[in-house]
């Protein structure tokens, strides 16, 4: 039913979305019969009528065109712009025939049309419209004008299909440019707020989590310190009379050691300060921030060049730099300056100390922010993993809900899952998503030196530090191996202090797994762990509650209910369904002459032999004993009887080796199909068994069906 809605809605859209065409091929059959080929003296209220009706739905076109910009999809938007073009051209093509036709003076309006086309209608419909334009014109050309000479058209031609060209060239150029100017100031912002975030001690430089909430709370803790700290300076400015009041926070080296210095926040009555960075020992303010020293300078000279934050020679004659401290530390300076001469008293250089206790206590309060809220962000995103995880039953449900999470923790650009058997020693990639997952689904390998390997003997995260070189680093085996990445970890799976598998995580950018998120995903790993073990114990008591011990086949219980849903929708959609019933010939003999043992090896291989021969759709049951049950979806009576030949001509030609020399059994089987001999599951069972019975009693080793009842 809901296959002929979405059909008939389709109809429905593509006569909708055809009636645009359709009228501006009505109207430009006018344009060729030169309906307009008129004075504008000589219009009338035909004209205004096509002219107004023309009007209405172009209009409709565009409001349409608008309201849907960014939502249509693909092939309703191109034919939303192809009519757009098509109305477009046959109405200017009027406008030309007013004007005098194709060599009137007012025919370059079709140059303007096309170009506008070109530059804006949706890929490739732009190009279309061009071929439109020259093969319209063509038509009023030899049909509508009755030209004969093809010289003045080819003109006309090259330059409608220059100007489309050029047009779309320009037009998609530009638009490429912008698109990648953008991209750049975006990039270079975030880069930006990943820098001030990392000198503000925000954030480590670990994570690289801007594709997640951490890019906006970095945004919003940077506006809170910047706030903070210029409201702080503007006082601090108003307070002392300052010309120029400025924070410098210096940039560290990985090794600890200071490099650069930059201006986190400044106020000044001045318009020739330098952006910076500076060198950590430039002038006055490196001997602020490199060594820690109070530095009070009174009557500098006019144009003295000591200041850095000066593009120029500075024009102020004292100045004032106390360091900015944290926890023994030495980040930073805080500097002050006046154009009059009045140098900086005890008083005033104690004011400067205790603004920088406050600088320092509104950024650890904002540190202290942000490292709550992205520990509530984690507490989150675990808490939800562990609804997840713990609702989810089977193994596929476990893993998709643990890698979603860890990519709420560590963006990655590869995952993996690898169950451990203990038993045979080897490791299978269990799921497998990202770059490159396809190569290393349901990989498997033997215990090696790989990481993976290694991680589950010493139950221990690989590698330490969290760097990839696949140089050195083998994850999985040295043929299937991880590229192209620069971060990766990998994580026991333990459950009861037995490792049972390994979660994956590698990508692209470096120090993507290190501290700052490493416990997070440890605690994940733990949860991930104990839910695939207990899906994989859900599997096995679903197992034994639905499945015959010794064989492997469903229990009887198991196939009676499926028989009865499976009779259900035989007979609602008018399907034939063939139920075939087995039984070893003379069992009770084997069982007395060879042992039970010999007797359930037999069983065994019926049962093995029954699911080896059936289809994908078909059920197969132990019924009971030696009996057993298939039952054959969409199958006649002629197909079941093929089904029970060929089980029995392969279990009779089975050789079982017993203490006692060599064994050979038949089987005998009954095969009844509905509705053609029964209209219910149990009238069906009892057909079927009484047809096994006449296979017993004519003889055994053979197939009996009704009509040998």
């Not at 309703?76 to 004007?99: I, K, P, T």
């Not at 059920?619 to 009576?637: K, M, P, Q």
């Amino acid at each position: 039913m809901s296959t002929l809605v979405h059909a008939a809605l389709s109809i429905r859209r593509t006569t909708r979305a055809s009636l645009g065409l359709v009228t501006a091929l009505g109207f430009g059959l006018l344009d060729v019969l030169g309906v307009f080929r008129v004075r504008p003296a000589e219009l009338g209220l035909e004209h205004a009528l096509v002219g107004a009706v023309w009007a209405l739905l172009f209009g409709v076109r565009v409001a349409q065109r608008l309201r849907t910009r960014g939502v249509v999809e693909a092939s309703s938007g191109r034919l939303l712009d192809l009519e757009l073009g098509a109305l477009l051209l046959v109405a200017v093509h009027a406008g030309v025939q007013l004007g005098g036709g194709l060599t009137g003076p007012f025919y370059p309006l079709v140059y303007v049309v096309v170009a506008l086309l070109a530059s804006f209608a949706r890929k490739p419909i732009g190009t279309v419209l061009v071929v439109v334009a020259v093969a319209f014109e063509a038509v009023l050309y030899f049909v509508g004008e009755g030209q004969t000479d093809p010289r003045p058209l080819a003109l006309h031609a090259l330059f409608v299909i220059s100007f489309g060209l050029l047009n779309l060239v320009f037009t998609r150029v530009e638009i490429a440019r912008v698109r990648e100017r953008s991209n750049r100031e975006l990039a270079e912002e975030k880069v930006r707020v990943h820098e001030d975030a990392k000198l503000f001690r925000l954030v480590g430089a670990a994570t690289d989590s801007a594709a997640r909430d951490d890019e906006r709370l970095f945004r919003s803790s940077l506006d809170e310190v910047h706030q903070a700290l210029y409201y702080t300076l503007e006082l601090l400015k108003r307070t002392l009379e300052l010309h120029t009041c400025v924070l410098f926070f210096v940039d560290e080296t990985a090794d600890g050691n200071a490099e650069t210095m930059r201006i986190v926040e400044l106020v000044s009555d001045s318009d020739d300060l330098a952006e910076g960075p500076f060198g950590a020992g430039e002038g006055a303010v490196g001997g602020v921030a490199k060594r820690g020293l109070v530095m009070n300078l009174e009557h500098l000279k006019l144009g003295y060049k000591g200041l850095c934050y000066y593009r120029g020679p500075a024009q102020v004659r004292c100045f004032l730099g106390v360091p900015v401290v944290e926890n023994g530390v030495l980040r930073g300076a805080l500097c002050a300056d006046r154009r009059d001469d009045r140098p900086f008293d005890a008083r005033e250089e104690e004011i400067l100390k205790g603004a920088v206790h406050q600088v320092l206590r509104a950024v650890q309060n904002e540190r202290v922010f942000v490292q709550l809220e992205k520990s509530k962000h984690e507490q989150t995103v675990l808490h939800r993993a562990s609804q997840a995880l713990g609702a989810a039953l089977s193994g596929d449900a476990v893993l998709d809900a643990g890698l979603a999470a860890a990519a709420e923790i560590a963006p990655f650009d590869f995952a993996a899952v690898t169950l451990y058997d203990g038993a045979q020693k080897k490791h299978t990639v269990r799921r497998a998503v990202g770059e490159g997952a396809l190569a290393l689904e349901k990989l498997t390998f033997r215990d090696n030196t790989s990481l993976t390997a290694m991680a589950v003997k010493n139950r221990h995260f690989l590698p330490y530090r969290g760097d990839f070189d696949p140089a050195q680093h083998v994850v999985y085996t040295k043929k299937a191996n991880l590229s192209g990445m620069e971060s990766l970890l990998i994580m026991p799976l333990v459950v009861r202090e037995d490792a049972i598998g390994t979660l994956c995580l590698a990508a692209h950018r470096r120090d993507a797994f290190g501290g700052a998120v490493r416990p997070t995903l440890q605690v994940l790993a733990n949860q991930l762990a104990v839910s695939l073990a207990n899906a994989e114990s859900v599997r096995r008591l679903e197992e034994l509650a639905t499945t015959d011990g010794l064989t492997g086949c469903l229990n009887k219980r198991t196939f009676l209910e499926e028989f009865e849903r499976r009779i259900k929708a035989a007979e609602r959609f008018g399907r034939k369904l063939s139920l075939v019933v087995t039984d070893i010939d003379h069992f009770k003999a084997v069982n007395d002459t060879y042992g039970h043992a010999t007797g359930d090896v037999v069983i065994k291989e019926l049962g093995a032999l029954l699911r080896r021969v059936k289809r994908e759709t078909d059920l197969v049951a132990r019924f009971g004993g030696e009996e057993f049950c298939i039952l054959c979806e969409e199958t006649d009576l002629d197909g079941a009887l093929l089904l029970a030949e060929r089980v029995r001509e392969e279990l009779s030609e089975t050789v079982f080796q017993t203490e006692l020399g060599k064994l050979k059994v038949t089987v005998s089987l009954g095969v009844a199909t509905f509705p053609q001999h029964a209209k219910t599951a149990g009238t069906l069972f009892e057909i079927t068994d009484k047809a096994l019975y006449a296979a017993k009693h004519n003889g055994r080793n053979r197939v009996c069906t009704v009509k040998d009842l």
